[in-house]
């Protein structure tokens, strides 16, 4: 082979590996709600009344519906400048949470812990803001670096456990949420913390100058907290990808006696893979205050955000990008619902079905190829996201 067809042999194959990359997660999203339009379909127990008597005319009325409910899901998403909006506001957080987890799967550790660490930093960022007093120019990444230590530490002792006693991450960071969840509780009834004339578990709220302003201004609530998320995935690629620990870290997940035969600490690199992760929770802690009114902790304010990021970094693979687009794709599908249960009075509880499928379907690509008979790297192996329970 002459370098020049070697050449052309190469560019085809980067050309059918970036095609499969971008094709399997759009058939995977149609198939998804291919799916979720006969799931919407099957629901509307009116509609299905009519197929007895006038099939002709229920084939009409479900297609109208499901086209109605998809179409206010649309516009409920992207239909306007509000719309976009909200779903940039619901992105943001999702977009860090989904960078705590996916920093976690990249070194080969399964960070389930995100809820509890977005708690603690949350908490932390609150102290800081209410008992601080400076400009906003100076508070605010005081603000920020309390939530990144506060995550950091609660996920670090996780990583500490694993590297020095084995116990297994997962098991460490459920309970972790569980303490962390139940320490918040009781913080928000002290006098430190809770609102002064309250007897309910609500904070004080975090003083104006720590909050984070709105990009546009108005109505329109999207924060500058969008920005940090994008520069929190640009940090994270760079760390992961551009420096010698990020290198570090991927290799203690791929193999961690290799890491330590080569030299690697793994104990601290260990400790250091979780404390990352934990301080981008913590950002995502801090956002659910600084920037979600009324601005003040009450029990659960991480709003299960922590849970939906394992969803998320799945769907993103892991990638910094792909977190992004997938944050994107969670909060559309946030600010869209909201506006399909109003317009077609489509349960919302569907938007969480229909975002279930999408999961299932992108974190299969193997079965989206079989179904829709793509060509390409059928001998691609999946990635491994953790290390196993023995190691």
Not at 108 to 116: A, D, K, S, Y
Not at 193 to 214: C, Y
Not at 294 to 317: E, M, N, Y
């Amino acid at each position: 082979m002459t370098d020049q067809e070697k050449f052309f042999s190469d560019l085809t194959g980067v050309g059918t590996r970036l095609r499969t990359a971008l094709l399997t997660p759009m058939l995977a999203l149609i198939t998804a709600l291919l799916i979720g339009g006969i799931v919407i379909a099957v629901t509307d127990v009116d509609t299905l009344r009519l197929w007895g008597d006038s099939p002709g005319e229920a084939f009409s009325e479900t297609i109208s519906t499901v086209a109605g409910a998809y179409k206010a899901l649309f516009v409920g998403a992207f239909g306007s400048k509000a719309a976009l909006s909200e779903t940039l506001f619901a992105a943001t957080p999702l977009i860090l949470a989904g960078l705590a987890v996916a920093v976690g799967f990249q070194a080969g550790l399964f960070n389930i812990g995100v809820e509890g660490q977005m708690l603690i930093g949350g908490m932390t960022a609150l102290y800081v803001g209410f008992t601080v007093d400076l400009p906003g120019p100076v508070l605010i990444p005081l603000v920020l670096m309390g939530a990144i230590i506060g995550g950091g530490v609660w996920a670090g002792f996780a990583g500490w456990l694993r590297a020095n006693s084995g116990a297994h991450e997962v098991i460490t960071t459920i309970m972790l949420n569980f303490i962390a969840a139940f320490l918040v509780q009781w913080l928000l009834k002290t006098s430190t913390f809770q609102e002064p004339g309250r007897t309910d578990p609500i904070s004080r709220p975090i003083d104006s100058s720590a909050r984070l302003g709105r990009i546009f201004g108005g109505d329109l609530r999207v924060t500058i907290g969008l920005l940090i998320a994008l520069a929190a995935a640009a940090f994270v690629g760079w760390l992961m990808y551009r420096t010698t620990i990020g290198f570090q870290f991927r290799t203690v997940g791929a193999n961690a006696d290799a890491a330590k035969y080569a030299g690697m600490n793994v104990t601290m690199l260990t400790v250091g893979v979780m404390a990352t992760s934990g301080a981008l929770a913590g950002l995502a802690g801090a956002n659910q205050l600084m920037a979600l009114p009324p601005h003040q902790a009450q029990v659960g304010f991480s709003g299960g955000i922590g849970f939906d990021a394992i969803a998320l970094a799945l769907v993103g693979r892991s990638r910094p990008v792909g977190v992004i687009w997938a944050g994107l794709l969670f909060g559309a599908l946030t600010a869209g619902g909201r506006e399909m249960q109003g317009a077609e009075r489509i349960p919302v509880d569907l938007v969480e079905v229909i975002q279930g499928l999408i999961i299932v379907f992108i974190a299969a690509p193997a079965l989206i190829k079989a179904i829709w008979r793509v060509k390409g790297d059928t001998d691609e192996q999946s990635e491994r996201i953790t290390t196993g329970w023995s190691t």
